[in-house]
């Protein structure tokens, strides 16, 4: 993932939170569509301080934030103190070595306190007086059953009891492991658009635009076919040579794609 955002990634991505198309952003804030869809474009563009003051307060985020002079959205100017960090952790923070972006995103999950809880809990050892009578108690019942009873080698009752005594440091790692797997897997899907080609990436955004400028009032059978169009000239088929049969197959396919579906939602 990307350590810095560009003017139109944040954009793209608080809209994109709020799970809003263009067009309603465009109702929704009095910008004009065409000027959103330069804003969020990937060429440089010049935008004007109004639109972003307007697009700021819409989102609620700082413009400090938009023009990258800072990654913090509404906090700036944080008093080191209040965030209880050791020297040593606020100069690896500063170091720029690590991706301070993902680190946020890890901690702000809301899954991460579970997992710190898990940590603590291993380091300071809290469970281990209650796992330890536990363990106590499971081996003194099964001394007093071998010891009063005959058993075979393979009693259940034994077994079990056995089976029962807890490792502390293997059962409190497996809790660790498991709240992190959860997190991890959460911020690997939220950034699979991140992982595109690039090659795709363009065709997706290529795409995109396309769609944006054609009229909202074409017939679905025409927008399907138009799209369709647009789509085989990616796989290098010649639209014109087809039959009506295989432009229906075609159309058909379209609908169902993945990535078509997340383009007509922007």
């Known amino acids: 993932m990307k350590i810095k955002l560009t003017l139109q990634e944040k954009l793209r991505d608080l809209r994109d939170e ?10 929704a804030t009095g910008i004009p569509l065409s000027t959103l869809q330069r804003t969020e474009g ?7 301080y ?10 609620g985020v700082s413009a400090d934030y938009l023009f990258g002079l800072t990654d913090n959205r509404q906090y700036r100017h944080v008093e080191v103190d209040t965030l209880n960090l050791s020297d040593s952790a606020i100069k690896i923070l500063k170091g720029g ?17 579970a997992l710190l809880n898990a940590v603590e809990i291993y380091i300071d050892r809290k469970v ?16 007093v059953i071998k010891n009063n009873y005959e058993v075979t080698e393979n009693d259940n009752i034994i077994a079990l009891l ?3 005594i ?13 709240r992190f797997n959860v997190i991890m897997k959460s911020l690997f899907d939220a950034h699979k658009k991140d992982a595109l080609p690039d090659e ?7 795409m995109e635009k396309v769609l944006q400028d054609y009229p909202a009032q074409q017939e679905q059978e025409e927008q399907a076919r138009w799209k369709m169009t647009y789509f085989a000239k990616q796989l290098g088929l010649n639209i014109t040579e087809l039959t009506e049969e295989e432009i229906q197959v075609l159309i058909k396919a379209l609908q169902k794609s993945k990535k078509y579906k997340q383009i007509r939602r922007r």
């Open 18 to 27: 709020k799970k809003l198309t263009l067009s309603e952003l465009a109702e």
């Open 42 to 48: 990937q060429e440089d563009v010049r935008v004007g």
């Open 50 to 59: 109004q639109d972003i003051a307007t697009l700021a307060m819409f989102y």
């Open 97 to 113: 070595n690590l991706n301070n972006r993902l680190l946020s995103e890890i901690i702000a999950h809301p899954d991460f306190s």
């Open 128 to 143: 281990l007086p209650q796992i330890n009578t536990m363990n106590t108690i499971y081996k003194i019942a099964e001394s």
């Open 162 to 164: 056995q089976e029962t």
């Open 166 to 178: 807890v490792d502390e440091d293997e059962y409190l790692r497996y809790r660790i492991s498991e």
């Open 200 to 206: 795709q990436v363009s065709i997706l955004k290529d």
